[in-house]
């Protein structure tokens, strides 16, 4: 088969995971949504059977056929693109290509590591970029198979991180449902705090899975609670009311701590957030290190994010995007 253009860009959006993480890989729900970070990524076929990655300091050059094994064995810099040379690898592979290789070239506005989804954002991206390089942007099929890919990341991915950066806005993952929009009653603000610990979702999934071997009852119960606590978060953002939202994401905090997923760093950042005026806060994504999300009242959120800017972590306010992944 033959590309209809030789080179494709596209970008996809990073998520925060405003309610449920961990839980939704035992089939709970959760509630994400995307935020406007994005990752970009261009895509130019060359007539080198190659895959050549350039993502900021880190670059991978190796044969479209070299397998797996043999780029885990390679440095740090070039395992840390094994996701992408993964997406590469497949689309080419179903397309039946041989002959050609690709250049990709990452340029990324979303922190590696900390909970934001740029693993998901990344595999959603280069998917969209170089399935566009042989036909027109098709959503579900990105979305199949950047989740097929994620799973080289950790295994047990619920896929909700691939979901939203491919389709934008606020979703409510359940699983006997699916995946629903939410349109909330009210704009709410939010503000993320990254602590600049870095995590590997794999690793805290899986001591996550030991903990729900080790404390099955325990498992349970904090898993019913926050299953509560994402149908109050959907009434709460269908009527608007920030400050029962703001209150459910300290609680769902507080099982996540229980969970064992918190750091000390991270706790920090909760605390300066709530004593600065925040309605609510927890980690977000897989923790132990990584990011925080704070609901702010919108009329006091540059106040605050001044007031706390000054402390430990670094804060940025962020808008929903509601667009997902899009090509140029
Ligand atoms: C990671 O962003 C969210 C987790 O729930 C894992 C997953 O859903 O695949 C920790």
């Avoid at 253009?5 to 993480?21: C, D, M, Q, W, Y």
């Avoid at 060359?46 to 440095?75: F, Q, W």
């Avoid at 590469?88 to 041989?98: G, L, P, T």
């Avoid at 709530?274 to 977000?284: E, I, P, Q, V």
């Amino acid at each position: 088969m033959n590309t209809h253009f030789n080179r494709a860009v596209s970008s996809a959006p990073a998520k925060v995971i405003l309610f449920g993480e961990h839980f939704v890989v035992y089939n709970n729900p959760a509630i994400v949504t995307a935020i406007n970070k994005r990752i970009r990524v261009q895509a130019q076929v060359s007539d080198k059977s190659n895959i050549n990655i350039r993502s900021g300091e880190n670059s991978l050059s190796v044969p479209i056929n070299s397998n797996d094994k043999y780029i885990m064995s390679l440095d740090n810099s070039s395992i840390a693109l094994f996701p992408i040379f993964k997406c590469a690898k497949h689309v080419f592979k179903e397309k039946n290509i041989s002959n050609l290789g690709v250049n990709l070239e990452i340029d990324s506005q979303i922190p590696h590591g900390e909970g934001l989804g740029s693993s998901a954002a990344s595999c959603v991206s280069t998917v969209a970029a170089l399935y566009s390089l042989f036909s027109d942007l098709d959503k579900n099929l990105i979305y199949e198979t950047a989740r097929i890919m994620e799973q080289n990341i950790h295994s047990n991915s619920s896929g909700v991180d691939c979901y939203v950066s491919t389709f934008g806005g606020i979703v409510n993952f359940e699983p006997d449902k699916g995946f629903r929009s939410i349109r909330p009653k009210k704009k709410f603000t939010l503000l993320v705090g990254t602590s600049g610990i870095k995590h590997s979702t794999g690793k805290v999934v899986s001591q996550v899975r030991q903990f729900r071997e080790k404390n099955s009852t325990v498992f349970k119960d904090l898993s019913s609670k926050a299953e509560v606590i994402c149908k109050r978060a959907i009434s709460s953002m269908n009527e608007g009311d920030e400050s029962e939202l703001g209150n459910l994401l300290t609680e769902n905090h507080k099982l996540l701590s229980l969970l064992g997923v918190s750091h000390p760093e991270i706790e920090k950042l909760i605390e300066i957030s709530l004593d600065n005026g925040a309605l609510g806060a927890k980690l977000t994504g897989a923790g132990k290190g990584g990011a925080v999300i704070a609901l702010i009242p919108q009329d006091s959120s540059k106040e605050i994010l001044a007031k706390i800017g000054s402390g430990p972590g670094k804060w940025m306010l962020v808008e929903f995007d509601y667009d997902g992944v899009i090509l140029g």
